[in-house]
C-alpha cells in the first residue's frame, strides 16, 4: 500500500547501545524528514535530506546520523544511546516547499 | 530557535463552545500549515494558507493568515468532542533551505461532551 511506514513502532534499549530506526516512503517524494516530539518541546527536526546521498542537519542532530541511499528510504541512527533521546520519533516526506509533509505512525523509543 | 509561538498551550473546553488558537512569528513566510494529531498518530495536514490576509474554512473551523504573513489563527465554532488533539502550526520559508518546515509547539485541545 502507498504511504509511509516506520518501524518499529516501539522500542526499549539500553545506555549505549546503537539503534537504527527506519523509515520507508512510496510517493517518491524528494525530501524526507525525521522529528522527535517531547512534551513541551513539540517537534523538532533532527535531519533532513533533499534527495538521495543529500542530508542536512536541523534542530537537534547530536547522536544521530542519517543516510539515504535510496530515494524511498532514510533511516535514522542512534550511535550510542542515551536517557535522553527517549522520545517519539517521526519520519515525514513532501514533495516540496508548500507542499503537505506526510507523516508515518511513529516510532516510541525508550532507554533505558 | 523557536520561530513559531502557538497560544494558548492547553485548552480545555465543553462541547459547543468557540475557540481561536494563535500562531505568532517575528518571521515572515511563504504559507503556514496547520496540522491535527490525535494519540499515537503522525500530524496530518488540515489547510495549507498562502497568501496574505487569506481565509480558509473547512466546515467549523475557519483558518486565517495574517496580512503580513508572519502570523495566523485558528477558529473552531461549536466545538465537538471529535475535535479533540493536538494542533500544531507549521511556516513554510522558501528563503531558507526547500521543503523544511519550522513548527510552533502546539495547543492541546480538550473538548468535553
Request: proline share 4%; with cysteine.
Amino acid at each position: 500500500d502507498a504511504g509511509i511506514t516506520q518501524s518499529p513502532r516501539y522500542k526499549i534499549t539500553e545506555t549505549g547501545r546503537q539503534v537504527t530506526l527506519m523509515c520507508h516512503q512510496t510517493w517518491s517524494h524528494s525530501y524526507m524528514f525525521w522529528y522527535r516530539q517531547d512534551l513541551g518541546h513539540g517537534l523538532r527536526l533532527i535531519y533532513y535530506s533533499a534527495a538521495a546521498d543529500i542530508t542536512d542537519k536541523g534542530e537537534v542532530p547530536d547522536g544521530y546520523v542519517v543516510s539515504r541511499s535510496k530515494t524511498e528510504n532514510f533511516p535514522l541512527t542512534l550511535e550510542s544511546a542515551t536517557r535522553s533521546q527517549t522520545s517519539v520519533y517521526f519520519c515525514a516526506s513532501t514533495r516540496g516547499p508548500d507542499n503537505e509533509q506526510f507523516f508515518g505512525p511513529g516510532t516510541r523509543l525508550t532507554v533505558l | 530557535t523557536q520561530l513559531l509561538e502557538q497560544s494558548p498551550q492547553f485548552l480545555s473546553i465543553q462541547e459547543g463552545e468557540n475557540l481561536t488558537v494563535y500562531c505568532n512569528s517575528s518571521s515572515v513566510f511563504s504559507s503556514l500549515q496547520w496540522y491535527r494529531q490525535e494519540p499515537g498518530e503522525g500530524p496530518v495536514l488540515l489547510v495549507t494558507v498562502v497568501t496574505g490576509g487569506e481565509v480558509k474554512k473547512l466546515k467549523r473551523l475557519t483558518f486565517q493568515f495574517g496580512d503580513a504573513r508572519k502570523d495566523s489563527s485558528l477558529h473552531i465554532t461549536a466545538a465537538q468532542p471529535g475535535d479533540t488533539g493536538l494542533y500544531l502550526c507549521a511556516g513554510a520559508d522558501r528563503g531558507s533551505t526547500l521543503g523544511r518546515l519550522y513548527f510552533g509547539r502546539g495547543t492541546q485541545l480538550t473538548v468535553w461532551p
